[in-house]
Protein backbone atom coordinates (compact mmCIF):
# COMPACT_ATOMS: atom_id res chain seq x y z
CA UNK A 1 0.00 0.00 0.00
CA UNK A 2 0.72 3.55 -0.41
CA UNK A 3 1.62 4.53 3.54
CA UNK A 4 0.17 2.57 6.91
CA UNK A 5 -2.84 3.17 7.52
CA UNK A 6 -5.25 2.74 10.82
CA UNK A 7 -8.49 1.56 11.78
CA UNK A 8 -11.10 3.47 12.88
CA UNK A 9 -9.63 6.44 12.82
CA UNK A 10 -12.28 7.39 15.64
CA UNK A 11 -13.63 5.41 18.55
CA UNK A 12 -15.82 6.17 21.35
CA UNK A 13 -16.38 3.78 24.41
CA UNK A 14 -17.96 3.55 27.37
CA UNK A 15 -15.16 3.18 30.51
CA UNK A 16 -14.96 -0.58 31.50
CA UNK A 17 -15.36 -1.58 27.58
CA UNK A 18 -12.99 -3.52 25.48
CA UNK A 19 -11.90 -1.99 22.12
CA UNK A 20 -9.51 -3.38 19.12
CA UNK A 21 -7.38 -0.87 17.06
CA UNK A 22 -5.78 -2.26 13.71
CA UNK A 23 -2.61 -1.33 12.07
CA UNK A 24 -1.83 -2.34 8.56
CA UNK A 25 1.90 -1.28 7.91
CA UNK A 26 3.40 -0.39 4.63
CA UNK A 27 4.02 -3.89 2.82
CA UNK A 28 7.00 -5.83 2.95
CA UNK A 29 7.80 -3.42 6.09
CA UNK A 30 9.72 -5.60 8.72
CA UNK A 31 9.47 -3.06 12.09
CA UNK A 32 6.17 -2.15 13.70
CA UNK A 33 5.51 -0.09 16.53
CA UNK A 34 2.87 1.40 18.20
CA UNK A 35 2.84 4.46 20.22
CA UNK A 36 0.34 6.44 22.90
CA UNK A 37 -0.27 10.64 22.03
CA UNK A 38 -1.87 12.61 24.42
CA UNK A 39 -3.09 16.06 23.43
CA UNK A 40 -0.44 18.45 23.65
CA UNK A 41 2.24 15.58 24.41
CA UNK A 42 5.09 13.78 21.97
CA UNK A 43 4.60 9.86 21.38
CA UNK A 44 5.30 7.47 24.35
CA UNK A 45 6.94 4.38 22.87
CA UNK A 46 3.88 1.23 23.67
CA UNK A 47 5.47 -1.58 21.97
CA UNK A 48 8.12 -3.31 18.95
CA UNK A 49 7.48 -5.81 16.55
CA UNK A 50 9.71 -7.51 14.32
CA UNK A 51 8.11 -9.32 11.62
CA UNK A 52 5.76 -11.30 14.17
CA UNK A 53 7.88 -11.16 17.01
CA UNK A 54 6.95 -8.55 19.65
CA UNK A 55 10.82 -8.06 20.76
CA UNK A 56 9.65 -5.22 23.11
CA UNK A 57 6.61 -4.43 24.93
CA UNK A 58 8.34 -2.59 27.88
CA UNK A 59 6.37 0.41 27.15
CA UNK A 60 2.93 -0.80 27.66
CA UNK A 61 1.15 1.02 30.61
CA UNK A 62 -0.78 -1.87 32.11
CA UNK A 63 -1.16 -5.86 31.49
CA UNK A 64 -4.83 -4.55 29.87
CA UNK A 65 -2.93 -3.50 27.15
CA UNK A 66 -1.72 -6.07 24.46
CA UNK A 67 -0.93 -6.01 21.14
CA UNK A 68 -0.47 -9.22 18.28
CA UNK A 69 1.11 -9.01 15.28
CA UNK A 70 0.57 -13.07 14.34
CA UNK A 71 1.68 -13.25 10.33
CA UNK A 72 4.17 -10.49 10.61
CA UNK A 73 1.81 -8.10 8.60
CA UNK A 74 -1.54 -6.79 10.10
CA UNK A 75 -1.27 -5.71 14.18
CA UNK A 76 -4.16 -5.14 16.51
CA UNK A 77 -3.70 -3.54 19.43
CA UNK A 78 -6.06 -4.09 21.78
CA UNK A 79 -7.31 -2.56 25.67
CA UNK A 80 -9.46 -4.20 27.61
CA UNK A 81 -11.52 -2.87 30.28
CA UNK A 82 -11.00 1.27 29.48
CA UNK A 83 -10.48 3.61 31.54
CA UNK A 84 -10.73 7.09 31.35
CA UNK A 85 -6.89 7.79 30.92
CA UNK A 86 -6.83 5.54 28.12
CA UNK A 87 -8.01 8.66 26.21
CA UNK A 88 -5.12 9.33 23.51
CA UNK A 89 -4.42 8.89 20.11
CA UNK A 90 -3.16 5.65 19.19
CA UNK A 91 -0.46 5.99 16.31
CA UNK A 92 1.01 2.81 14.78
CA UNK A 93 4.64 2.92 12.71
CA UNK A 94 6.63 0.84 10.23
CA UNK A 95 10.15 0.25 8.99
CA UNK A 96 11.81 -1.59 6.43
CA UNK A 97 14.10 -1.45 8.59
CA UNK A 98 15.22 -3.77 11.64
CA UNK A 99 15.26 -2.10 14.97
CA UNK A 100 14.42 1.66 16.07
CA UNK A 101 15.50 3.57 13.12
CA UNK A 102 13.33 5.69 10.66
CA UNK A 103 9.52 5.27 10.88
CA UNK A 104 6.30 5.96 8.87
CA UNK A 105 3.00 7.09 11.34
CA UNK A 106 -0.07 6.20 10.02
CA UNK A 107 -2.87 8.66 10.75
CA UNK A 108 -3.67 7.63 14.19
CA UNK A 109 -6.53 6.01 16.24
CA UNK A 110 -8.40 8.65 18.26
CA UNK A 111 -9.73 7.16 21.42
CA UNK A 112 -12.17 8.86 23.74
CA UNK A 113 -13.25 7.05 26.53
CA UNK A 114 -16.31 8.35 28.44
CA UNK B 1 10.31 10.93 33.88
CA UNK B 2 11.25 12.72 30.53
CA UNK B 3 14.57 10.96 29.28
CA UNK B 4 15.06 12.96 25.94
CA UNK B 5 14.22 16.87 26.66
CA UNK B 6 13.56 19.86 24.21
CA UNK B 7 13.74 23.41 24.31
CA UNK B 8 12.21 25.54 23.10
CA UNK B 9 8.96 24.00 24.22
CA UNK B 10 7.05 27.00 21.86
CA UNK B 11 9.08 29.27 19.03
CA UNK B 12 7.51 31.98 17.55
CA UNK B 13 8.77 33.76 14.71
CA UNK B 14 8.65 36.02 11.82
CA UNK B 15 8.71 34.50 8.42
CA UNK B 16 12.45 34.80 7.01
CA UNK B 17 13.66 34.67 10.54
CA UNK B 18 16.14 31.74 11.44
CA UNK B 19 14.39 28.78 14.38
CA UNK B 20 16.46 26.55 16.16
CA UNK B 21 15.15 23.42 18.51
CA UNK B 22 17.86 21.54 20.87
CA UNK B 23 17.28 18.15 22.16
CA UNK B 24 19.12 16.68 25.07
CA UNK B 25 19.21 13.44 26.89
CA UNK B 26 20.18 12.07 29.78
CA UNK B 27 21.70 8.90 28.28
CA UNK B 28 23.82 7.96 25.38
CA UNK B 29 21.79 7.63 22.28
CA UNK B 30 22.03 5.19 19.70
CA UNK B 31 21.03 7.40 17.21
CA UNK B 32 18.63 10.25 16.77
CA UNK B 33 15.43 10.72 14.59
CA UNK B 34 13.68 14.03 13.64
CA UNK B 35 9.83 14.31 12.93
CA UNK B 36 7.85 17.22 11.84
CA UNK B 37 3.88 16.65 13.28
CA UNK B 38 1.99 19.48 11.49
CA UNK B 39 -1.14 19.72 13.44
CA UNK B 40 -3.75 17.60 13.91
CA UNK B 41 -1.75 14.99 11.41
CA UNK B 42 0.68 12.61 12.52
CA UNK B 43 4.48 12.67 13.10
CA UNK B 44 6.60 12.50 9.73
CA UNK B 45 10.25 11.06 9.64
CA UNK B 46 12.86 13.65 8.46
CA UNK B 47 16.03 12.26 8.88
CA UNK B 48 18.24 10.07 10.54
CA UNK B 49 21.76 10.90 12.36
CA UNK B 50 23.88 7.69 13.54
CA UNK B 51 27.51 8.81 14.06
CA UNK B 52 28.27 11.03 16.30
CA UNK B 53 29.14 14.50 15.53
CA UNK B 54 27.29 14.07 12.21
CA UNK B 55 25.79 17.15 10.37
CA UNK B 56 23.33 16.40 7.54
CA UNK B 57 21.44 19.30 5.42
CA UNK B 58 17.76 18.87 3.60
CA UNK B 59 17.97 21.88 1.76
CA UNK B 60 16.69 25.05 4.39
CA UNK B 61 17.49 22.51 7.25
CA UNK B 62 20.19 21.70 8.83
CA UNK B 63 20.45 18.44 11.46
CA UNK B 64 23.59 18.05 14.14
CA UNK B 65 24.27 15.44 16.41
CA UNK B 66 26.65 15.92 19.05
CA UNK B 67 30.54 14.57 19.62
CA UNK B 68 28.84 12.64 22.99
CA UNK B 69 25.56 11.51 21.17
CA UNK B 70 23.77 13.13 24.00
CA UNK B 71 22.08 15.62 22.29
CA UNK B 72 21.24 17.24 18.78
CA UNK B 73 19.95 20.40 16.95
CA UNK B 74 17.13 21.02 14.20
CA UNK B 75 18.29 24.59 12.03
CA UNK B 76 15.63 25.86 9.84
CA UNK B 77 16.86 28.85 7.69
CA UNK B 78 14.64 31.39 6.76
CA UNK B 79 11.28 30.05 7.99
CA UNK B 80 8.19 30.03 5.57
CA UNK B 81 4.51 29.47 7.17
CA UNK B 82 5.12 25.83 5.62
CA UNK B 83 7.03 25.21 8.26
CA UNK B 84 4.74 25.12 10.69
CA UNK B 85 4.28 22.45 13.30
CA UNK B 86 5.84 20.51 16.15
CA UNK B 87 9.48 19.19 15.78
CA UNK B 88 10.46 16.16 17.41
CA UNK B 89 13.15 14.25 18.24
CA UNK B 90 13.67 10.66 19.28
CA UNK B 91 16.15 7.86 20.12
CA UNK B 92 16.87 4.56 21.85
CA UNK B 93 18.82 5.38 24.73
CA UNK B 94 21.63 2.50 25.47
CA UNK B 95 20.24 -0.16 27.08
CA UNK B 96 16.41 1.56 27.85
CA UNK B 97 13.47 1.80 25.68
CA UNK B 98 12.94 4.29 22.60
CA UNK B 99 11.83 7.96 23.63
CA UNK B 100 10.44 10.37 21.51
CA UNK B 101 11.19 14.11 22.88
CA UNK B 102 9.07 16.83 24.42
CA UNK B 103 8.86 18.22 20.93
CA UNK B 104 9.60 22.28 20.09
CA UNK B 105 6.16 24.07 18.41
CA UNK B 106 7.03 26.58 15.73
CA UNK B 107 4.59 29.28 14.99
CA UNK B 108 6.18 30.96 11.90
CA UNK B 109 4.19 35.04 11.84
CA UNK B 110 3.59 35.76 7.95
Known amino acids: GAGVSQSPRYKVAKRGQDVALRCDPI?????LFWYQQALGQGPEFLTYFQNEAQLDKSGLPSDRFFAERPEGSVSTLKIQRTQQEDSAVYLC????????????FGPGTRLTVT | GQQVMQIPQYQHVQEGEDFTTYCNSSTTLSNIQWYKQRPGGHPVFLIQLVKSGEVKKQKRLTFQFGEAKKNSSLHITATQTTDVGTYFCAGFLAGNQFYFGTGTSLTVIP
Open chain 1, 27 to 31: SGHVS
Open chain 1, 93 to 104: ASSNQRGYYEQY
